[in-house]
């Protein structure tokens, strides 16, 4: 989502340094000049309406091309290398993770959570996922939300949570 990806890319400069990871090389000029300032005074929620859904309109053109094919590695090793780096749940660790996931959710798709947890679950992972039709993202969270609570009490109470790997291997 490209509404979205400024606050990456902010944070990967701040942290990584703009010697090693500068916006300008992933973002069109115009919003590279007040990047600190938009990320720093938007909530996640105005993001999407302030940079619009075209990537066209916010990536530069060689990064949105390799973002999309899945090419980072080739054109932008080093964003691909922080990515890698920074992946949560690629990992093995004995902490269980809960994915609740709405099917129609065009942030984060159900195609793109299994392919996260296919990964994740190869490295020795477990997961519990749950699907809620018709739901989006930004109701995910109110949908799921005793689910959830059910799931945390299950490990509170020492109790062994559903692991879905089988799902996605």
């Keep these: ?8 890319i902010y944070a990967y400069s701040d942290f990584y340094g703009k010697d090693n990871f500068d916006p300008k090389d992933y973002m069109q000029e115009k919003w590279v000049k007040t990047l600190r300032e ?29 973002l999309y094919a899945r090419k980072l590695h080739e054109k932008f090793g080093r964003i691909q290398k922080y990515f890698d780096e920074n992946s949560t749940g690629y990992v093995k660790n004995d ?29 020795g992972n477990k997961i519990t996922y749950t699907e809620f039709p018709g739901v989006h993202h930004f109701q995910t969270r109110q949908v799921s939300l005793q689910e959830s609570l059910d799931w945390m009490k299950q490990i509170r109470e020492g109790q062994t949570v559903k692991d879905d790997c089988e799902l996605v291997l």
Excluded: W
């Excluded at 989502?1 to 990456?8: A, Q, T």
């Design 38 to 66: 938009d990320v720093l005074r938007m909530c996640v929620d105005q993001m999407p309406s302030f940079y619009g859904s075209n990537p066209a309109a916010v990536y530069t053109p060689d990064f949105g091309e390799a």
């Design 95 to 123: 902490i269980p993770m809960n994915i609740m996931q709405g099917t129609v959710d065009p942030i984060i798709t159900v195609a793109s959570q299994k392919e996260f947890m296919k990964l994740s679950c190869q490295n």
């Design 1 to 8: 989502n490209p509404g979205l990806i400024p606050y990456l």
